[in-house]
Nanobody, 125 residues
């Protein structure tokens, strides 16, 4: 039984920072491709950042230089450090885990990921 639980969301002012955490049960983040997606109000879900088993990372263009995805050494937690937040970053943020290694498809594809969290809300104003 796999569960992914996100935390760390909240309301911040423009230019502020937040760190999101994803604490899975039933899997180690070191053994899966992990990703953060977000869904702004009234829009489709979009990929934000991902980190592969070998620590290769990928980011969507709009967050490069501002966001950083990482995992702890024990493999128990996935993080998304978000700096210089903007109103356009307002969204529900979801943690995702995939059993593959981005082979045969883009890192940002929803179908690359097998497990999803419930989401944590980030609001920037």
């Amino acid at each position: 039984h796999v569960q992914l639980v996100e935390s760390g969301g909240g309301s911040v002012q423009t230019g502020g920072s937040l760190r999101l955490s994803c604490a899975p049960s039933g899997l180690s983040v070191s053994d899966f491709s992990m990703a953060w997606f977000r869904q702004p109000p009234g829009k489709e879900r979009e990929a934000v950042a991902a980190i592969r088993r070998d620590d290769l990372t990928a980011y969507t263009d709009s967050v490069k230089g501002r966001f950083s995805i990482s995992k702890d050494n024990a493999g128990s937690t996935l993080y998304l450090q978000m700096n210089d937040l903007r109103p356009e970053d307002t969204a529900m943020y979801y943690c995702a885990a995939g059993e593959g290694g981005w082979f045969g498809g883009p890192w940002s594809g929803v179908n690359q990921y097998d497990y999803w969290g419930q989401g944590t809300q980030v609001t920037v104003s």
